[in-house]
């Protein structure tokens, strides 16, 4: 497939819930009615937790449309949680949040885009509560509930701010016409109301300085499967699953991109008996990276340990785990080190890698290319969760032949603290490198 947002202006963020499924499939068809779903503006649709028959037709009647990029997941995670998870993998110019509140007509889309192209300075629109209002207040002000325009830059300076106070960057903010209303279906005076704090500033996980404590997630485990490749991912599940450390202290986040029906529902079977946290599934394949941005968002841990599923481990791993944690703390990434020590040589191999960072943010250029890099090898680490989420990693533009390098070089330019995975626990380890699956990779 390809990647969503390339070369459109729009990417519409649509939540349903399972209240009412007859008026979020009503939704559902209004929105691909309308023009030029899929090529000129991109549709992606989450789903909390929808009942058996439901996903059973959203699978045979909806996720098969190439139109629209459906996520689902087993448990209610709300609106505001899948909207920041969807914010993060936009490639468009600008993002409009919608609910199943909506009754929109077949041009409101049309209209969305007609006012982009009026509007070009606008950076966040949305319906005002109440005559007294003030345009210069967007940010704290209340919006109508699923009905907020954002230019995709302005998310993208905020989230990094990481602060609890008004951001620093500058806003030019309007509000939708009563005709906008009308179009969307919306009525802003009788429905609830959007806090744009509330979902811009997401609260960070556990900080570098603060210690660890006993009665809090330690560890969120997210794994990316793709394809029918049972042997691999249920390998690795029953590998993690078993060990008798998985309590409170550890949650489990599973990215399935176009997983079999068979597979899917051999780890919906995990999930009902309780095993596994979280599974987010994307019929289609939203690559390796796409998915690894939605499950670190959702972890709530301050640790994440993210995994392929050609790897698994042996009995006992996860105390050792638990363990070094605790231990180094704090620390931005652990793994099986590897330095690549002809950094020249590969440069001049993968010369788009060295243009692609010199770009970032984060990159400032106080490596000769001749030095060695250190990175986690194998697709296996261990990262601090805000580290990953304040240097927005995987990034969207990433190649997956690039990522573990980029990681260590993005630790190693931010003076971070990477760290080798003690020997007794690397001993339990088993990486299976297989050749790569789907674009780009797969998942």
């Given amino acids: 497939m390809n990647v969503p947002g390339q070369g459109k202006k729009l990417t519409v963020c649509l939540h349903l819930t399972a209240e009412d499924p007859q008026r979020s499939l009503s939704l559902l068809d209004a929105l691909l009615a309308s023009p030029g779903a899929g090529k000129s503006w991109d549709l992606l649709v989450a789903f909390d937790a929808p009942s058996y028959d439901m996903r059973y037709l959203l699978i045979h009647e909806y996720q098969r449309d190439h139109r629209a990029v459906f996520f689902e997941s087993t448990e209610v995670l709300g ?12 490639r468009t110019e600008y993002v409009i949040l919608l609910d199943d509140s909506l009754h929109p007509s077949p041009t409101c889309i049309a209209s ?43 998310y993208r300076e905020i989230e990094f701010l990481q602060s609890s106070e008004a951001p620093a960057v500058g806003a030019t903010a309007s509000f939708f016409a009563s005709s906008m209303a009308a179009e969307l279906g919306a009525m802003p005076d009788t429905m609830g109301h959007l806090d744009l704090a509330k979902l811009l500033l997401q609260p960070p996980p556990i900080s570098r300085d603060e210690g660890l404590k006993d009665d809090r997630l330690l ?4 794994i990316c499967t793709y394809g029918d490749h049972p042997e691999l991912i249920l390998r690795c599940l029953k590998s993690v699953l078993v060990e008798p450390d998985l309590n409170h202290e550890v949650e489990i986040i599973l990215g399935c991109n176009s997983v079999s029906d068979t597979v899917m529902r051999e780890i919906d079977r995990l999930h009902r008996d309780g095993k596994i946290s979280t599974i987010i599934r994307s019929p289609q394949n939203f690559n390796k990276a796409g998915m690894q941005r939605f499950t670190f968002r959702l972890a709530r841990a301050p640790y994440i340990l993210s995994l392929d599923d050609d790897m698994y481990f042996s009995y006992g791993w996860l105390g050792l785990m638990k363990n070094t944690i605790r231990k180094s703390h704090p620390f931005e990434v652990a793994g099986r080190l590897h330095a690549l020590s002809n950094r ?3 440069s001049g191999q993968k010369k788009p890698y060295d243009t692609y960072c010199q770009k970032k943010r984060w990159w400032r250029g106080k490596r000769p290319y001749g030095l060695e890099v250190v990175f986690p090898a194998g697709q296996c680490f261990l990262a601090r969760a805000r580290f990953l989420i304040e240097n927005d990693y995987p990034d969207l533009d990433m190649r997956i032949d690039w990522d573990d390098v980029l990681l260590g070089d993005l630790v190693t330019q931010l003076d971070g603290t990477q760290i080798w995975f003690p020997d007794d626990l690397m001993k339990m380890i088993t990486i299976d490198d297989i050749p790569s699956r789907g674009s780009h990779g797969g998942g």
């Fill in 79 to 90: 609106a505001y949680h899948w909207w920041r998870a969807m914010l993060t993998n936009i």
């Fill in 344 to 346: 020249t040589l590969w």
């Fill in 112 to 154: 969305i885009l007609e006012y982009i192209s009026s509007n070009p300075t606008t950076t966040v629109c949305g319906f005002k509560h109440s005559e007294s209002d003030a345009v210069e207040g967007i940010y704290q002000s209340p919006l109508k509930d699923g009905v907020v325009l954002l230019r995709t830059s302005y």
């Fill in 219 to 222: 560890l969120s485990i997210c």
